[in-house]
């Protein structure tokens, strides 16, 4: 008798878990259907930029990346992360409107790195699941 009495609450829970897990499943399906509508694509006109060789004269080195809202919401940069001490960056921090265009300038400072070779980058973060990598390299002398 106590066997029996432990099946309706055991099936009771396992049912209960099972209809949470579905519509909370499905639940979770539509809130990502909904995030998409806010979702930018851009794209950049390029991503990775070569300044070549350069004296250690003249150790600032800058260039503008520039990237066109592809989606038909607004696109906004939330973060830029560089990827050492080295490089500052300045970017469109207005919202990008769907066909228009935005940039991120990034600057390499020489002035405390090691004459030779660099590669860096730069992550930057917008309402869009995908992280655009740019990428700076050169060769000070």
């Known amino acids: 008798m106590n066997d029996m009495n432990l099946n309706g609450p055991l099936l009771y829970s396992i049912f209960l878990w099972l209809f949470v897990s579905v519509t909370s499943c499905s639940h979770r399906t539509s809130q990502n259907q909904e995030n998409n509508v806010f979702t930018a694509q851009v794209t950049f006109n390029d991503s990775i930029h070569d300044f070549g060789t350069f004296s250690s004269d003249n150790p600032t080195q800058k260039y503008i990346f520039f ?12 973060n830029v ?15 990008v409107l769907p066909g228009k265009s935005g940039k991120v300038e990034v600057t390499f400072d020489g002035t405390k790195s090691a004459v030779g070779y ?13 992280t655009y990598t740019l990428n700076i390299k050169g060769h000070m002398e």
């Not at 992360?81 to 919202?95: A, L």
């Open 67 to 78: 990237f066109m809202n592809r989606s038909n919401v607004p696109a906004v940069i939330l």
């Open 81 to 95: 992360t560089p990827s050492c001490r080295c490089i500052s960056t300045e970017y469109t921090r207005e919202v």
């Open 118 to 130: 660099f590669d860096k980058s730069v992550q930057i973060r917008m309402n869009s699941p995908h």
